[in-house]
């Protein structure tokens, strides 16, 4: 079943989760690690290898988007209070704008310190600002406080993900993990 369905969601949405995980992980770990190297040809590999990730999120995100607005969601599971659904909406609204902002401010950062942003060594992206210390900085504090928000924001995701399963007994993991219906 590739499509959502009124009890679960499809595998093109569970396959988007999931890879945009993979990738937000990934790069939140490229990201904490090229922090502390020292300058010079390897770390710029590094750094463009971050860039890569965060673009291919910025289109995962976008994907992901498309998809559940051509595909509705499944419906909320008996039991779960209203104001804990609205909650959860709440952090997915957020978390698609973090995933979304956190990419182009990291592009806006790369032009503004003169780097070239290229996904995969093999697209060459446009500048989307000319070179500007000051915009770098800028642009270099609002990516961290952002991925300080992810993070925020995925813990309240996984928390009331286990909530839901361990205290509630309400199988809404379930509806996200790869083969497995709730």
């Known amino acids: ?29 490229l990201g904490l690690y090229m922090n502390d190297l020292p300058k010079g040809p390897e770390t710029e590999a590094v ?3 971050h860039r890569a ?30 104001g804990n659904w609205r909650l959860a909406r709440l952090v997915q609204g957020a978390f698609y704008a973090v995933m979304l902002a956190m990419p182009l ?15 995969f060594g093999n697209l060459e992206l446009p500048a989307l600002a000319g070179r500007d210390e000051g915009l770098k900085e ?20 996984v928390a009331g993900a286990l909530k839901h399963r361990f205290k509630d007994r ?6 996200m993990l790869p083969a497995r219906e709730p």
Do not use: C, E
């Open 1 to 29: 079943m590739w499509r959502n369905t009124p009890q679960s969601y499809g595998g093109v949405a569970k396959v988007l989760h999931w890879l945009t995980f993979v990738f937000l992980f990934g790069n939140a770990w």
């Open 47 to 49: 750094y463009a290898l």
């Open 53 to 82: 990730f965060g673009i291919t999120i910025l289109l995962l995100v976008a994907l992901r988007l498309l998809w559940r607005w051509t595909n509705p969601r499944p419906a909320p599971l008996a039991g779960v209070a209203p």
């Open 105 to 119: 401010v990291g592009w806006i950062g790369s032009s503004a310190a003169g780097a070239t942003v290229l996904w």
């Open 138 to 157: 800028a642009m270099v504090l609002t990516h961290r406080l952002l991925f300080y928000t992810l993070f925020g924001l995925l813990v309240l995701h």
């Open 170 to 175: 309400i199988d809404v993991l379930g509806r």
